[in-house]
């Protein structure tokens, strides 16, 4: 059980494999066999501080300030919760999976688009959000490892960094043009990935409400690091179910957190409950669902047209809600 601020993720599997490593040298009577560190974390604290000052550090610092210069826009999802006036981290966990097929397709359409997984995800969540908010400028987070020298590999300590992607979206857009733009945004983001957040955050000089994370309440995250489980497999009703796996805290608004098990992707939407009721989190699940496949097949048409509704909630809507017809007296 350790505390954020000293391990990360890849922290814990550099743990993993150093305690693994004793355990079988204990049992056979041998030393250990683990490579000396050339530095330790405590190095990489004083080497940043350093940096700070340098002059690729100020091209990072003014990439990441004009970046995010003027008013940043709020993204108010559709809830029937009002948000509190003072932050707080009461969350939820719904998972679910997407195929086989549609991974496939969104792999090959990324591969094609001289782009990656990660970006086909920020696109068509960018388009998503789109869409429920008609926001034309739209910034989430994302976390990156931080560990870009080959000395650092073998840390522990916590190198993450956030970065803040930020996306116009026209409405004449078609998902081709997201792409690139996502595309874009990424590439430049990883660029000047080296600039700690939290001092972007105090040289920003914004207005801060107590209820809001900063520059972003929204964040996406990739899990494709750790082993991938190659003979995974999981039936059609398990695809489609969205079940709540965890109870207990979130710290932005809404994580979108995906994560590669062998051919599929697991899907898990991580959420302030004293923001978003359940029911609506898992309608933005389903959606999402329904609007991948419609944007990988229909790359060039405007995402504006493109359905994010399921068949039987289109009919539902039209049919049912729309179901006014009234029998008035003749006179």
Known sequence: NMHHIIGDGWSMEVLSKDVLAYYEAYKSGTKPDLEELRIQYKDYSAW??????????????????????????????????SRPEVKTYIGSTLTTFIDKPLVTLLNKYSKESNGTLFMGLVASLNTLLHRYTSENDIVIGTPIAGREHSDLEGQIGFYVNALALRNQIDLQDDFDSIFAKSKETVLNAYTHQMYPFDRLVEELKQSRSTSRNAVFDILIVLQNAGENVEQFSISTDDINAIIESRKGTSIYDIKFDFEEQGEYLKFSVEYNTDVYEE????????????????LLKQPKQEVSTIEYLSPLEKRELIENFNDTKVDYPSD
């Open 48 to 81: 940043q501080l350093s940096q700070l000052e340098g002059e690729s550090y100020q091209k990072h610092r003014e990439y990441w300030l004009d970046n995010l210069s003027g008013e940043l826009p709020l993204l108010n999802l559709p809830s029937t919760e």
């Open 279 to 294: 029911r609506m989190i898992k309608s933005l699940i389903m959606h999402y669902k329904e609007l991948l496949p419609n």
